[in-house]
């Protein structure tokens, strides 16, 4: 849909802990990165399904 290409989802490195709880759970595997690094997402792969917003303890994860 035409929809998913203009959303996109970001991590911000300054409240993530790294924890990868957004990697574990995102179904389309659009988020990498290294445990307790920093992780991007991967706009080709994000379904925007919204999972890594809701699994999020510390607010890391925004949809644009």
């Not at 389309?28 to 690094?37: H, P, Q, W």
Request: glycine letters at 10%; charged letters at 15%; a negative charge.
């Amino acid at each position: 849909s035409v929809g998913r290409w203009l959303h996109h989802d970001t991590i911000a490195e300054d409240k993530s802990t790294g924890g990868a709880v957004c990697v574990n759970n995102c179904p389309s595997e659009a988020i990498v990165g290294t445990l307790k690094g920093s992780h991007h997402v991967i706009p080709e792969r994000c379904i925007a399904c919204g999972t890594c917003v809701d699994v999020c303890h510390f607010d890391a994860v925004t949809a644009a």
